[in-house]
């Protein structure tokens, strides 16, 4: 019985992310056709004008948007379950070879802001957690706040430009490094693009862990432990903190969704060329099959976190596991 209650489980879990990807792929392919312009326009731009009715129904043909857009939608799909993601006319590469580039660049960004804002949220909450409504409760809500409030794009130029002009510190004005090839340089032009992002994500895990700090305090077991004697940090890291994790893990798990396609603005500014951006110019370029695949390859990455979010859980809490 267990067996099959699991294997039911596996399977609607299946269906549900093969729907949500048929959903992105749906919404994205209508959305960017809804958008003024085409690959023409975008290349040639106003002396696309003056082409002839021949000339552009053979670049119509070339991109292949002279076809119904139904066909159009089929044909992607189609080329999409043999692995050929198109090709970029702008860059002259496959859409794969484009994003086994990037793909692992916002990898390793996300990666380490996650770490970034789990350093500065969960002690930052737990802290403010310790005594509600006090001074440093309240200087913790400040700094929560203005994560959330301070735009990234303003934290980014303003960090970029007070260091590169004071102090003469610009890593990301050079070519970019890859892990592998340069990892001192590497991670010199990572460290301002995570740190922007890392303090946008540590404001909501900060609220998160406070608020689930609060109600795991006032539980009976816990009351127990203290009374008891047991050590207060061993109090507050094993058995409050423990039980706390559940929520914790699950806005992790959505920010690093999030990171995955909305560091673009991030990526822009720092000359990062990760998969945010490559959609960016995707989208400037008017290239359909670079943004369309692109765009599901990072809905993909978000299903697939979110099943590590949930395989995490049980890994954590006893209480998933049985139920």
Do not use: C
Request: hydrophobic letters at 50%; aromatic letters at 6%; charged letters at 15%.
């Amino acid at each position: 019985m267990l067996r099959k209650l699991t294997r039911n489980r596996v399977t609607r879990r299946i269906a549900s992310s093969l729907a949500t990807l048929l959903g992105v792929a749906i919404l994205v392919f209508i959305m960017l056709r809804a958008i003024p312009g085409d690959q023409i326009t975008a290349g040639l731009g106003t002396e696309a004008a003056a082409l002839t009715p021949d000339q552009r129904a053979d670049l119509e043909a070339y991109y292949g948007i002279d076809k119904p857009l139904l066909t159009q939608f089929f044909s992607w799909i189609g080329n999409l379950l043999t692995g050929n993601l198109g090709f970029s006319s702008r860059a002259q590469e496959s859409v794969l070879d484009l994003t086994l580039k990037s793909l692992p660049v916002t990898l390793e960004l996300a990666l380490l802001a996650i770490v970034i804002a789990l350093l500065i949220g969960i002690p930052l909450g737990m802290l403010s957690a310790s005594k509600p409504d006090s001074p440093r409760d309240a200087a913790g809500q400040v700094v929560g706040l203005a994560g959330l409030s301070i735009p990234a794009f303003l934290l980014a130029t303003t960090l970029l430009s007070v260091l590169a002009s004071s102090y003469g510190f610009n890593p990301n004005g050079k070519p970019f490094a890859g892990l592998f090839d340069d990892p001192l340089l590497n991670l010199q032009q990572m460290l301002l693009p995570a740190l922007v992002l890392g303090f946008g994500i540590a404001a909501p895990i900060m609220r998160t862990t406070r608020t689930a700090v609060l109600e795991v305090r006032s539980n009976d077991f816990v009351r127990t432990a203290r009374a008891k004697g047991v050590p207060a940090k061993r109090l507050q890291v094993r058995h409050v903190l423990g039980n706390a994790m559940v929520p914790i893990v699950t806005m992790v798990g959505l920010q690093f969704g999030y990171l995955l396609g909305g560091a673009v603005v991030v990526e822009q500014v720092f000359s990062v060329p990760g998969i945010g951006r490559q959609v960016l110019l995707g989208i400037q370029q008017k290239e359909y099959a670079l943004v369309q695949s692109t765009v599901l390859v990072i809905a993909v990455a978000f299903v697939l976190v979110n099943l590590l979010t949930d395989i995490t859980y049980r890994l954590i809490d006893p209480r998933v596991r049985a139920s």
